[in-house]
């Protein structure tokens, strides 16, 4: 089976709480740290790269979580991001620094992308380096330059790849009032889920139902039905049918989750990376099992992304020493692998990850510290 691993590496400097961090992904990676440690911080910077795909800096920044004078570490004058990328053959390197403060707004100071197949460019101060299909594109000034160079082959696939990085943060009140929504992907709070699960296949469709029994004990069954043009979710409890409003927050979540698992564009890896914040928040302890096989099984197409600070979640013996992040808060955050002890514990089975957090304080490995 092929490596789902898009993001191979991931560098940040001077991103809200992250002074400095250079981290390993794989596969599926666990957030993991106490509240106020930076996880959120973590993904806010890949969703901002995401962001600055499709708006400019200013758009970019305006909408991350907290005020944009704030997405900028305290007493930086720029925000660094590198990316170690692989992706359907095609892997390499991207990069770029972004300065505020100016009276023209955020700009790029520098801009970076070398592909495995010599193409590349370089942007140093307004001055364009770079492979044949790169000279004679303009440079943008607000916005980033593999945007403009989105439609040539060489970089496209790179531009198309982190445009459509996923960012899941369900929101159990909103989504079932709203009812409609449109579009065949989850949407980030999945207003849309509704239609989502009706374009599922009948196999998928089915292993939804099944586990979302597990987590709401009672339910038969899932329907569908259109109600001026609006896709409407009804759930079956004995001899009646509920809307979503009816059902317990929990339960909405675990059913937006567990569709945004099972959607085709994770099945085949059109989303190249989904990342989920704390997906255990009003689910029952003893259900969390059904949601990291869930996450578990996602992960061998798609990369995936938890945050979390929930021991009932990684209660699993099956879950690989190298997925674990450890995120820590003192002044500033730090991200890191797990200790060395730590992981070989893991692998000998002599304890699992939620053990571990409920037994000990876990922090980075010293080499992960920050610089």
């Known amino acids: 089976m092929s490596d789902s691993t898009f993001l191979k590496r991931v560098e940040i400097r001077n991103f809200k709480s992250i002074a400095h961090c250079d981290v390993r992904l794989g596969p599926l990676n666990f957030l993991v740290g106490p509240n106020g440690s930076g996880k959120t911080n973590f993904v806010d910077a890949l969703r901002f790269v995401r962001d600055c795909m499709t708006s400019n800096f200013d758009e970019a920044l305006s909408r991350q979580r907290g005020t944009s004078n704030r997405v900028i570490r305290a007493g930086a004058d720029s925000m660094n991001f590198r990316l170690d990328f692989s992706r359907s053959g095609v892997s390499g390197v991207y990069e770029f620094q972004i300065g505020l403060g100016t009276a023209l707004g955020a700009r790029a100071r520098v801009e970076r992308c070398r592909l495995s197949d010599g193409a590349y460019f370089e942007i140093q101060s307004g001055v364009l380096f770079g492979s044949s299909e790169t000279i004679l594109s303009a440079i943008p000034t607000d916005r980033l330059f593999l945007t403009s160079v989105s439609g040539l082959v060489p970089f496209r696939q790179v531009y198309r790849a982190l445009e459509s990085m996923k960012f899941y943060v369900p929101d159990p009140i909103i989504a079932p009032l709203a009812g409609s929504g449109s579009g065949d ?187």
């Open 185 to 371: 992907v989850l949407d980030p709070d999945g207003e849309n889920f509704a239609k989502v699960f009706d374009g599922l296949d009948d196999i998928a469709k089915k292993n939804v139902e099944e586990c979302l029994r597990i987590v709401a004990p009672g339910l038969e069954s899932l329907r569908v039905v259109d109600v001026q043009g609006a896709k409407i979710l009804l759930f079956r409890h004995a001899d009646a049918e509920l809307f979503a409003t009816s059902m317990s927050d929990g339960t909405i979540r675990a059913l937006m989750l567990l569709v945004a698992v099972a959607q085709q564009h994770v099945k085949d890896g059109q989303i190249p990376l989904a990342c989920f914040e704390e997906p255990e928040t009003g689910i029952h302890p003893g259900a969390l099992g059904i949601l990291l096989d869930a996450f578990m099984e996602a992960s061998q197409t798609t990369q995936v992304i938890v945050t979390s600070h929930s021991p009932d979640l990684l209660d699993h013996k099956d879950i690989p020493a190298e997925s674990l992040l450890a995120v820590v808060m003192d002044g500033e955050t730090r991200i890191g692998p797990l200790p060395k002890g730590f992981r070989d514990g893991i692998r000998r089975r002599l304890f699992t990850p939620g053990g571990l957090l409920r037994s000990t304080q876990i922090e980075p490995e010293t080499t992960a510290q920050a610089s």
